[in-house]
């Protein structure tokens, strides 16, 4: 394979594909996080609550470690894109840069509202402080809309047409960033990103629920973000089919190499499970004319399949299959979990009491995060062997120079350096005391209604006493007690 046979592509596709893995799910919390924040302090406001109040400053502190360290990972990615990728930035950085410096305006207006935020608890009043957390989120978003923009481009190449030296002439930057493919790629991701941080959050504070810690301030951490990743859950899946036919029309190629589909067909069926073993699809269960339906919205429409794509076009297929599995297995199990909570409220506005709903909530945020990394896969590895589809190839946009290897061996220790240094600082944050009156335990009436204290299953005032607090878990971003 060509991998094998340049040591040096394969080590800077790698080593991308480490700082990208990295950093996207610190990019997700970074706009996900606000956005709970904002949800818990403006509860507080309404309501009096003291608890969405000690919720929203410990979750701010955490939002600030996690945007210092999300600057760091993503200064090393632009370093990477020059120095590893010279043939891309080199001839296309006129056409693309536009959205790269827009989104080093909305880091800037981040970083500047973090600061005010985090500084102005107890200096402004109640309200004004919230409107300066709004800035946040908003520049947030902003941030990964432009950084898709770029990667959007690199699906669906416009703004430009290629001189005859190759190189891009009548570049119109405006109209590369706004390419066809952003509007559905970057909302997948944006919502991707609020799941995420969702599903993720929640865990910590489902972990510390499990283990019977089932004060008002756990209660509420895991009942706020929980219901924002089961809410968009179900969007997930309408903007998933749309993006799934935008990838339809104008990459086919990535949609059979998705679908393990080798032969052109009508109506083509839609396999499920199946793995791509030896050139050809086995195993699974096949939805007859299923493809053609969610391709094209007709169960007769032709779909295209790899025998229409030269050998060295194809992306590599077993890999792309198994993430595009992946990613749609944890998306159906999370809105599964995400309908559970639904009908549970309906009937009874409370959440569901079986502690497997609260296993399976834990479980959720790491499968959210195998679900982005499983859907980057597919955006990424499915493209290949293009680097900007079928206008410049991976493998002449790399850089030249010998070594590119080290420099990926010198940054995995840097990685893991990085990953240990922010646990370790969010374990502290988390062990911030708690108030006496957030740290006692609370039970429910039949309503799920917190009342009194003692443990769910016990009349209030028959509990034990309650232990000493501890950090929910490794990774506990907002101090579950």
């Not at 109640?126 to 809309?145: D, L, Y």
Request: aromatic fraction near 10%.
């Amino acid at each position: 394979m060509l991998l094998a046979a340049d040591p040096d592509l394969m080590a800077a596709r790698q080593q991308m594909a480490l700082s990208l893995g990295w950093h996207i799910v610190v990019a997700c919390l970074g706009i996900g996080f606000p956005v709970l924040v904002l949800i818990a302090e403006r509860r507080g406001i309404r309501t009096g609550d003291v608890a969405y109040q000690d919720l929203a400053r410990r979750w701010a502190k955490s939002l600030s470690v996690l945007f210092a360290v999300g600057a760091v990972s993503g200064t090393i990615l632009s370093f990477e894109l020059g120095i590893l990728w010279p043939g891309l930035m080199g001839r296309f950085g006129d056409v693309i840069g536009l959205p790269f410096a827009i989104e080093g305006i909305a880091f800037f207006i981040e970083a500047i509202f973090i600061g005010i935020y985090l500084y102005g608890w107890d200096r402004l009043s109640p309200r004004a402080h919230w409107w300066t957390g709004v800035p946040i989120a908003v520049a947030g978003v902003a941030s990964a809309f432009f950084v898709v923009a770029a990667n959007a481009w690199m699906n669906r190449p416009e703004g430009f047409r290629l001189g005859p030296d190759g190189r891009p002439v009548d570049v119109d930057p405006w109209a590369a960033m706004f390419n066809r493919a952003l509007a559905p790629q970057a909302t997948h991701m944006i919502v991707a990103a609020l799941m995420v941080s969702g599903f993720l959050v929640a865990s910590v504070y489902g972990f510390a629920l499990l283990r019977g810690r089932r004060t008002r301030l756990n209660q509420l951490g895991f009942a706020i973000p929980f219901a924002v990743g089961a809410v968009f859950a179900p969007v997930q899946v309408v903007v998933g089919d749309w993006a799934a036919r935008s990838v339809y029309e104008r990459q086919p190629a990535k949609l059979a190499a998705l679908e393990g589909l080798n032969q052109t067909q009508a109506g083509a069926p839609l396999n499920i499970g199946g793995l791509y073993i030896g050139g050809e699809l086995r195993g699974g269960i096949d939805v007859p004319r299923g493809l053609s339906l969610l391709a094209h919205h007709d169960p007769s429409a032709v779909v295209h399949g790899l025998d229409e794509v030269p050998p060295a076009d194809r992306p590599p297929v077993p890999i792309v299959r198994v993430a595009f599995q992946v990613m749609v297995g944890v998306g159906t199990l999370l809105l599964g979990l995400s309908v559970w909570l639904g009908l549970a409220w309906w009937r009874r506005r409370a959440p569901p009491r079986s502690r497997w709903f609260l296993r399976a909530a834990v479980v959720a945020g790491p499968l959210a995060v195998v679900a982005l990394e499983s859907g980057w896969i597919v955006t990424e590895v499915g493209r290949q062997p293009w680097i900007v589809y079928q206008v410049l190839r991976t493998k002449d946009a790399v850089s030249t120079a010998s070594g590119l290897r080290y420099g990926y061996y010198a940054l995995v220790p840097v990685y893991a350096a990085l990953t240990v240094a922010t646990i370790w600082v969010l374990r502290l944050l988390g062990r911030t005391p708690v108030p006496a009156t957030l740290a006692a335990p609370v039970g429910e009436n039949s309503q799920g209604v917190p009342v009194g204290t003692g443990r769910p299953s016990e009349p209030a005032g028959t509990s034990e006493p309650a232990g000493p607090s501890e950090p929910a878990g490794p990774s506990n971003p907002a101090g579950a007690r």
